[in-house]
Each structure stands twice: as structure tokens, then as C-alpha cells.
């Protein structure tokens, strides 16, 4: 978050100045980054109420709720943005944004920590009732859950990188809960082909892989290729220790969203090879530190939730630097705690709150699934005599 901080304030007078010649808005010098200091100070207290107010059971009893809560303001917004209404915040032809005044409000955001939540409840009572794999008691509610959430992301918000991150989580977590492998590769190859569907009968997304096939080909530039390949300009004039802080070429208005889905490319030319090293590294650590966190878990529906969130800071991490590096399609992806956003930052600030509770009753040794399954549930009271990892 204080990366994040650093470059909004290096870049954010360049983004206000961007917009208001091309778009007649009034943002003052230091607006963007005064929201993102207050997103930063609103996420610091949302991961603070996960880590040391809230106990995790509590979250884990209103798990359904708290779903049917997330489906239900993704289709209120879906409604809202049919209807016309003010109230559905549009850009690009999508509405992705409830318009709250001086604030939006991203309803996706929150879905995937309702989902991560949801899934690790859910899967834990599936595998003690004896029905993981079983297509009445297990598959059918599942897919429908999982289905209607990519639905209203996918289709109905036209948010296919969303839509990733939540594929991620619904995998890595089935992964844990023990699902059988046969079952498991026939429902991935079932949403990949589906996901390459949704690819080929979408025209917006369409030129966007035919604009990353002309990159990889050296074709000549274009409209469709001219943001990726500043993306990448940006990262090779940052070189080894990069342009310093406040000498971005790129922020002043010739790299798309800037301070957003772009900001790993504007931290390459600020900080070169060297601090984007240095920022994988740190993500690195983050992502392996969850890992033990799981290893170390005894309940399995608190290992599934760790496992939820990791698979949904990586599939941001991974998808946000592939893309701005032409390893993949540009899509609309956030880097987690970095860009500029606070909706974003919020719930998975939180999301990583839960993780850092329940790392305060983990084992030093791993605990493997057959341990946790012949040991039953534990208690409260059981966790809290563990001794801490560390």
C-alpha cells in the first residue's frame, strides 16, 4: 500500500491533468492521491476489524447471507444499469460501479470475498456429510452459486478479468476440498472452453487477442495494439533503476489507465528492473507466507478460506503482470493494494485479515487433509491453545 502511495503522488497531477484537458473535469493537483490515502486508511481498518475484532467463526456463521448479500447487489446493479438509472455508474459501454455521490462502490469486489467465504463453509460441510463428488448434494448447488456469480460478472458487466480471479478461487479451493480428479479436469476443461467462448463472441475481446497475436508478430502499430505496446514502453525505459519518482513520460497521458490497471508498467519506468524486482518479491513472500498459513491450519474450512484467498491475490498478481509484459491479452485487472481504487483494496485488505487471524493458531508442522479429516472439527477453545507458527 505504501508502494502504491509513493507512485499515486509521483503520477496522480499527470492523471488529473490528463483528464481535465480531455475531458473538461476539475480534479485539483493531489484529488487522486488524497482517495487513495483515504483507501489506504479505510483498507488498514478493514484488515485490522478481520484480523483482531471480528473471530472468524462469526464470519463463517453468516457465510450464506453474506453470499446471497454479494449476488444480490450485482443484480440490483445489472437492474439498475438496464433501466438507465443514475444510480449504475457506466464507462466503456460497461456499468461495473454503483454511483454513490462522491463515491463508487465496485459490487464485484465483494463477491469474490463473499464467494471466498462462502466456498470454504460450504465445501467443509459437503466433505463432512460424505457427498464431495456426489451431483445432487454437491455439484448442482455449486455450479449454481458459481454459475449466477460469473454470470453477473461476466456477462452482465462485461468483467472478464473478474471473472478470472473468481474462476481461480472457485479451483484453488475445490483443489483442497478433496474433489476427484476426473471430476475435477472435466470441470476445468468445461469452463475454459466456455471462457473461449465468451473470448470469440465478444468483439471487444476479440481485437484485444488479435491485438496481442499483431505484438507478438511485429506487426505495425495501432489503435488496437497502441496500449500494450506503450505498457511495455514504459518498462524498457525504466531500465535498471528506472526514470526516478515525478519523471514518468508514460503517466502524462500516453499509457491507459495509468494509475490503475497500468500502474505495474508506470512502476517499471519509475523504479526499473530493480524495483519491479523488488515488488514481485514482495508479493512472492505474501502469496508463500498464505501457503504455511494453510499447511499449518487444522480445520479445513479455515485451510479452504486461506487457500480462496491466495488463489485470489495470484490470479490478480499473475494476470495484471502478464499482461502488461504481452505474456497474455490486456484485460481489466487490478494489481492488488497497488492500484489506485479503493473498492478493490478494501475487501481484499480485509480477506487478508482473515488469513493473518487464522494464522495466530496454526501448527509449526504441516497438517496434511487425511490428519484433519481423522481428527474431526475443533473448537474454539482447541485453537486457541495452538501455539503460533511464529
Same mark, same amino acid.
Given at each position: 500500500m505504501a508502494l502504491g502511495l509513493i507512485i499515486i503522488y509521483a503520477i496522480g497531477p499527470m492523471r488529473a491533468n490528463v483528464l481535465n484537458n480531455t475531458y473538461g473535469t476539475n480534479y485539483g493537483t493531489h484529488d487522486f492521491f488524497l482517495g487513495q490515502l483515504r483507501s489506504v486508511l479505510i483498507s488498514v481498518a478493514a484488515f485490522f476489524l478481520a484480523f483482531k475484532v471480528i473471530p472468524y467463526k462469526y464470519i463463517q456463521k453468516y457465510s450464506k447471507p453474506i453470499m446471497i448479500t454479494a449476488l444480490a447487489l450485482s443484480v440490483l446493479l445489472w437492474v439498475l444499469a438496464l433501466s438507465g438509472s443514475s444510480l449504475a455508474k457506466c464507462e466503456l459501454g460497461e456499468c461495473r460501479w454503483y454511483n454513490l455521490g462522491p463515491v463508487s462502490f465496485q459490487p464485484a469486489e465483494f463477491l469474490k470475498l463473499a464467494l471466498v467465504i462462502y466456498l470454504a463453509d460450504f465445501l467443509t460441510r459437503k466433505r463432512e456429510e460424505g457427498v464431495v463428488g456426489k451431483w445432487q448434494e454437491f455439484w448442482l448447488p455449486l455450479l449454481l452459486v458459481c454459475g449466477l456469480s460469473l454470470f453477473l460478472v461476466v456477462i452482465a458487466q462485461g468483467d472478464l478479468g473478474? *471473472?478470472?480471479?473468481? %474462476?481461480?478461487?472457485? #479451483? /484453488?479451493? $475445490? +483443489?483442497?476440498?478433496?474433489?476427484?480428479?476426473?471430476?475435477?479436469?472435466?470441470?476445468?476443461?468445461?469452463?475454459?472452453?466456455?471462457?473461449?467462448?465468451?473470448?470469440?463472441?465478444?468483439?471487444?475481446?476479440?481485437?484485444?487477442?488479435?491485438?496481442?497475436?499483431?505484438?507478438?508478430?511485429?506487426?505495425?502499430?495501432?489503435?488496437?495494439?497502441?496500449?500494450?505496446?506503450?505498457?511495455?514502453?514504459?518498462?524498457?525505459?525504466?531500465?535498471?533503476?528506472?526514470?526516478?519518482?515525478?519523471?514518468?513520460?508514460?503517466?502524462?497521458?500516453?499509457?491507459?489507465?495509468?494509475?490503475?490497471?497500468?500502474?505495474?508498467?508506470?512502476?517499471?519506468?519509475?523504479?526499473?528492473?530493480? *524495483?519491479?524486482?523488488? %515488488?514481485?518479491?514482495? #508479493? /512472492?513472500? $505474501? +502469496?508463500?507466507?498464505m501457503l504455511k498459513v494453510a499447511d499449518g491450519t487444522a480445520d479445513m474450512d479455515r485451510r479452504i478460506l486461506v487457500i480462496g484467498v491466495f488463489s485470489w491475490t495470484l490470479a490478480q498478481v499473475v494476470v495484471n503482470i502478464m499482461a502488461m509484459t504481452s505474456l497474455v491479452p490486456v484485460t481489466g485487472i487490478t494489481l492488488p493494494l497497488l492500484s489506485y481504487g479503493g473498492t478493490s483494496m478494501l475487501f481484499i485488505a480485509f480477506a487478508i485479515g482473515c488469513v493473518c487471524q487464522i494464522s495466530c493458531y496454526t501448527s509449526r508442522e504441516v497438517i496434511k487433509n487425511e490428519d484433519i479429516s481423522s481428527r474431526g472439527r475443533l473448537g474454539g477453545s482447541h485453537h486457541a491453545s495452538r501455539r503460533r507458527s511464529s
Open positions: 473478474t *471473472g478470472v480471479a473468481l %474462476i481461480s478461487i472457485i #479451483f /484453488g479451493t $475445490l +483443489l483442497v476440498a478433496g474433489v476427484p480428479a476426473k471430476q475435477y479436469l472435466i470441470m476445468l476443461a468445461l469452463v475454459l472452453v466456455v471462457a473461449v467462448g465468451a473470448v470469440a463472441t465478444s468483439a471487444h475481446r476479440m481485437e484485444r487477442v488479435n491485438a496481442w497475436l499483431d505484438t507478438l508478430q511485429g506487426a505495425e502499430s495501432s489503435d488496437s495494439t497502441y496500449h500494450i505496446e506503450n505498457a511495455m514502453l514504459a518498462i524498457g525505459v525504466g531500465g535498471l533503476t528506472g526514470v526516478g519518482i515525478g519523471n514518468s513520460v508514460q503517466a502524462t497521458g500516453y499509457l491507459p489507465e495509468s494509475i490503475n490497471d497500468s500502474v505495474f508498467a508506470i512502476m517499471g519506468e519509475t523504479f526499473g528492473f530493480i *524495483g519491479l524486482l523488488i %515488488i514481485l518479491v514482495v #508479493f /512472492g513472500a $505474501l +502469496l508463500l507466507r
